[in-house]
């Protein structure tokens, strides 16, 4: 009889153990679409397969990118196709539904085609600057992923969220928001668009720094 309560007593340890390291583990989020709020949502096969196929002929050649030593960045013109699809009213309109925010609109801030290469160093904790008088939502479209790095975030509880963002798939954030980060490739290449979608047409002094930032790439 004490030896059989003893091992009951040392399960229901067990379970009691277990039970706090999964409660106060890193959330890993698996399903097609989270959402929590509008401070951050992920989208799965965002385009068409026709628009993304567009997407994927965009030229990688590391040439035409500025090396930043972790990684290859290139602002697009405004008449590319990248601007067409992403900021046409189909897709626009999609990221109002899924924000439930129909003030959402293009913006005129260049778009960036980023690759981030096996020895980078990825993105350190951050907040999206603010570079409208109201926040604007920066989105991170992936193209190609063949690497072991994660998005993370921090919400409002403290709990710690990571991700691995598939290939046509949008991350969309708020600016001044969840605190956010990127880790490193370790493995492959991670390729990305990074956009903005506004709410508003008064931009601040941020926004023509960062302006200024890419008339020097």
Same mark, same amino acid.
């Given at each position: ?14 379970? %009691?153990?277990?039970?706090?390291? *999964? ?7 698996? &399903?097609?679409?989270?959402? =929590? $709020? ?6 799965? &096969? ?13 030229? =990688? ?10 990684? %290859?960045?290139?602002?697009?013109? @405004?008449? =590319? ?5 992403? #900021?046409? $009213? ?19 801030? /260049? ?16 907040? &999206? ?5 109201? @926040?604007? #939502? ?28 598939? @290939? ?9 928001? #969840?605190?956010?980060?990127? =880790? @490193? /490739? ?10 903005? *979608?506004?709410?508003? &047409? ?11 930032? %890419?008339?020097?790439?």
């Amino acid at each position: 009889m004490f030896k059989q309560r003893n091992i009951c007593i040392l399960f229901l340890v067990l379970v %009691f153990v277990f039970l706090f390291i *999964y409660i106060s583990s890193d959330t890993i989020l698996d &399903d097609n679409h989270e959402i =929590t $709020n509008d401070h951050l949502i992920y989208i799965e &096969d965002f385009l068409s397969n026709n628009d993304f196929q567009k997407i994927l002929q965009l030229n =990688t050649n590391k040439n035409s990118f500025k090396n930043e030593d972790y990684r %290859f960045i290139k602002p697009l013109k @405004p008449n =590319t196709i990248s601007n067409h699809i992403f #900021y046409s $009213n189909k897709y626009v309109q999609k990221i109002r539904e899924e924000l439930n925010n129909q003030n959402v609109k293009s913006s005129n801030f /260049p778009i960036e085609h980023r690759i981030y290469p096996i020895n980078s160093k990825g993105m350190e904790w951050h907040i &999206d600057t603010l570079m409208y008088d109201i @926040p604007q #939502y920066e989105a991170v479209f992936t193209i190609r992923n063949n690497s072991r790095s994660y998005t993370e975030w921090e919400d409002n509880n403290g709990k710690i969220h990571r991700k691995w963002t598939k @290939p046509n798939s949008i991350l969309i954030v708020r600016a001044k928001g #969840y605190k956010h980060r990127v =880790t @490193p /490739p370790k493995t492959g290449e991670r390729e990305i668009l990074k956009l903005i *979608y506004t709410q508003s &047409d008064k931009p601040n002094d941020n926004y023509y720094r960062e302006m200024k930032r %890419f008339n020097n790439i």
